[in-house]
C-alpha cells in the first residue's frame, strides 16, 4: 500500500533507538525545531534559534524505521525545541499512534491548552515539563515574558491528569540560588517525580553562560537531599547527564539519562 504521510511538522533529528529518553525504555526519538523560551541556558540553541539550519527528516524515512524496529521499540520521545507550538503536532502522534507507539512528550509547559488536548485525545502516555524556576520570577528563568498562569495551569493539569509523569529542573549557579530549588519543591510537593538535572556549560544559548561551572557532584546530592525533605509525598532523584544533541553518561544511579529541553 503506497505511504501516506499525515499531515506533521518538519522533524528535525530522528535517533532511532535510544536508552536515555525515556528513563527505563528503549524508545526513538523525535526533534522538533523552534521553541517560544530564550533559556539563557539552553544547549539546544540551533534547534532553537535556526531550525531551518536543520534539514527536515522525511516522515517516510521515520515509519519504516519503526517499522523495522517494531519488535523492540514501542515507545517513542517528542521533543525539541517545544513541541507543542505545532499545531500539527496532533497530525504527527495520530500517526505514530496508528504504528502502535507509546508516546511521551517533552515539554516547557506553555502551552496547557495543546497539552490538554493531546491528553483527552488519548494521544500521549507520559509527559516531562520542565520546570524553570520559581514561578514568581519566571520570566527571568526563561528570557522572555511568560505567562507564569499558564505554567501554573501545566503543573497542575499533568499532576491530576492521570498519565505517568516526570517534572525537571536544570540548576544553574548563579542563575538560581539554591533557594530557588526548594521554592519549586514546595510548588511540586506531592509530584511523583521531580528530576535536578546538573547544568552543563558547554553549549549554552547565551554565550556567557558558557563560563559558568556547575554545581559539584557533592553540592547537588545536598541539594537533592534537601529537596526529597521537602517533597513529602514526592520522590527526588537527581539526574547528572545530559545529551542532544550533546553527550551521554551515566547519573549517580548508574543509569544513563539525559537532560531534553
Ligand atoms: S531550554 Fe527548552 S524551553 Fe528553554 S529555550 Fe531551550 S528548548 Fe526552549
Known sequence: MPFKAPDCPAVKGFIETSFVDWKGNLSS?????????????????DLVLNPAGFEDVPIEYIAATLRKYKNWVDKIVITGGEPTLHMSLFGLIG???????????????????????????GLIDCVAMDVKGPLDRYSRWCGINVDERKISESIEFIQG????????????PFFHREEDVYAVARHLEGAKDFVIQTFRP????????????PFSPQKMEQIRKNVSGIMSAGSARQQDDQRRFSVIGPNNDGDMDNLYT
Not at 507509546?102 to 483527552?120: E, R, Y
Not at 558547554?202 to 561551572?213: E, G
Open 95 to 121: 500517526f505514530l499512534k496508528t504504528e502502535g507507539m507509546k508516546v511521551k512528550l517533552d515539554t516547557n509547559g506553555s502551552n496547557p491548552s495543546v497539552l490538554k488536548g493531546l491528553v483527552s485525545e
Open 202 to 213: 558547554d553549549v549554552t544559548l547565551n554565550r556567557a553562560f558558557s563560563r559558568i561551572r
Open 161 to 172: 491528569c492521570g498519565i505517568d509523569y516526570q517534572f525537571r529542573m536544570t540548576v544553574v
Open 29 to 45: 526519538v523525535l526533534f522538533l525545531g523552534g521553541c517560544n523560551f530564550r533559556c539563557p541556558y539552553c544547549h539546544n540553541k
